[in-house]
Every structure is written in structure tokens, then in C-alpha cells.
């Protein structure tokens, strides 16, 4: 490919205080989780920060949001976007989110943040934008994933998800997402978490604009209507997942759809 597929001007390095650019699923996801001002909400594999800046952008930066990751390159990387954004509700912190939930600790004080672990019940709400197989990321010519290294994926996103569960106040709000089309970290974890956290259920979206979730991995018909799956249209055409979808009114809308492999699912905690 050498032409461009879109004719907007490239934005790096432009604008770098005031635009973040990220794919629209990754914008979605964001509004999904609904942060509100004043919250205090968990990001748990935070770096780069494209998720995190939002997340704060949508609070006024009014709240506590603790951003999560476990490598000091991708600290770096987080710690260096939330500054360019001038953003004084993030605190982030270089720690392994799987350890992340301390049931002996006491009373986590938002106004006085500090390093993880944190006490059962913390967070208002949670994003898990899990590490994944990437499989679907655009463009990538090949793929170089060992079969032992995708089968690794599932396991560790629910040792993650374990932990968020924990973390979750009552009534509080989980957001599940990856960058991958394989169902086994997508739908087939939606219902090992409902099975596995009979407090969890799954909640309407808002807003709404990729296509439902793939049959057959044990999600009932009417919870794969709630959940978001996008990717390459011609891929979910070929799921036929398009049917179960709202149909584009012109060509444009189409083309929006048209994105990165991406899943999301939204959790409340009864």
C-alpha cells in the first residue's frame, strides 16, 4: 500500500498538547466506561496513555485516576503523555496489575494517593484494556505470534480481571476491552466472568457503534447484543455479524466501521 487510505493530513507532532490521535474503537472505550468528575477510577494497563488522557479529559481533571503499568519504559512513555496534557488527577505508578488488590490493606484515601497494592472495594470504576494478541492491529503484513505465546493471553487476562473484581466498589463499573479478533479473549472470557462473579452483569453500552459479539462461546444471545466487536468490515461480514447489526446509511458509515480488531464489554458490580 502507498497511497493513503484517507486524504487527513498527518497530525504528528502537531498539536501535540491538545490531540491525542487514536483509532475510534479506543475512543469508544472511553466513553463506555462513563468517567465522571470527582470519581476515582483505575486504569490498569494504562501505557501509552491514549485511554488514560481521555479518561481524565472526560473527568475535567477532577478526581483521582490511578494509571497502572509494570515496566519503567512503559511508565516513561505513560508518565510523559499525561504531562504534555498538563493533567494533575493522574498519578501513575509503575506495578504489576495482578498483585494490585491487597484484601489486609486499609482504606484507600484518593486525596492522598498512594503506590499499589490497594484495599478490596477502591475504585468507582475500572478499565481492564487487557494486554492481548494484538491480532487485528492495521496494518500488519504478517503475523510473527507463536501458537504457545496466544494460548498464554486468556490465562493472565483473568488473573487481571480477577483482581479489577476485587478492586470494583459496589455498583461500580468494569470495562473489559483488547485489540484482538479471537474470540477465546473476547466472548469466551465474558462468560467466564459471568459464570466465575455471579455479582457482575453485563451493561448496555453507550455508545454503541461497532457490531455484537460472535455466537457460540457461551454468551446468551441477548448479552452478545450488549457487547462491541469491531474489526475489518469484510471479516465481520464474512462472521455475518453484520445482519445482527444496525445497518450503515450510506457509504461513510460503513467505512467508520472499518477498523483495528477490537472487543469491548461493560460490567457493573452488583
Known amino acids: 500500500m502507498v497511497d493513503p487510505v ?53 473527568m475535567r481533571d477532577k478526581g ?22 498538563r493533567l494533575s488527577l493522574v498519578h501513575c505508578f509503575i506495578f504489576d496489575s495482578t498483585k494490585a488488590l491487597d484484601k489486609s490493606a486499609k482504606e484507600f484515601v484518593p486525596l492522598i494517593p498512594t503506590p499499589p497494592p490497594y484495599p478490596l472495594e477502591s475504585f468507582d470504576r475500572i478499565l481492564l484494556d487487557a494486554p492481548c494478541s494484538a491480532l487485528g492491529q492495521r496494518p500488519q503484513p504478517m503475523c510473527s505470534i507463536s501458537l504457545t505465546e496466544l494460548m498464554s493471553y486468556p490465562a493472565y487476562q483473568r488473573s487481571l480481571f480477577e483482581q479489577a473484581v476485587g478492586l470494583l466498589r459496589p455498583g461500580g463499573t468494569l470495562v473489559y476491552s483488547t485489540c484482538s479478533f479471537n ?14 462473579f455471579p455479582q457482575l452483569h453485563l451493561s448496555n453500552q453507550v455508545p454503541f457503534v461497532g457490531f455484537p459479539g460472535l455466537p457460540g462461546y457461551g454468551v446468551a444471545a441477548e448479552q452478545l447484543r450488549i457487547v462491541q466487536r469491531f474489526g475489518p468490515i469484510q471479516f465481520c461480514e464474512l462472521l455475518d455479524l453484520q445482519q445482527a447489526a444496525p445497518s450503515p446509511t450510506n457509504e461513510y458509515d460503513a467505512l467508520a466501521k472499518d477498523t483495528i480488531a477490537f472487543f469491548i464489554a461493560k460490567f457493573v458490580k452488583g
Open 183 to 196: 474470540p477465546e479473549e473476547n466472548e469466551a472470557q465474558v462468560a467466564w466472568a459471568l459464570k466465575s
Open 64 to 85: 483521582c485516576l490511578i494509571a497502572l503499568d509494570k515496566t519503567a519504559p512503559k511508565l516513561f512513555k505513560l508518565k510523559q503523555n499525561v504531562e504534555r496534557f
Open 6 to 58: 484517507y486524504a487527513a493530513p498527518s497530525l504528528n507532532a502537531e498539536l501535540s498538547d491538545v490531540v491525542f490521535t487514536q483509532n475510534l474503537p479506543s475512543i469508544v472505550a472511553s466513553h463506555v466506561l462513563d468517567p465522571q468528575p470527582g470519581e476515582t477510577i483505575l486504569d490498569m494497563c494504562a501505557s501509552p496513555g491514549g485511554k488514560t488522557t481521555h479518561i481524565a479529559t472526560l
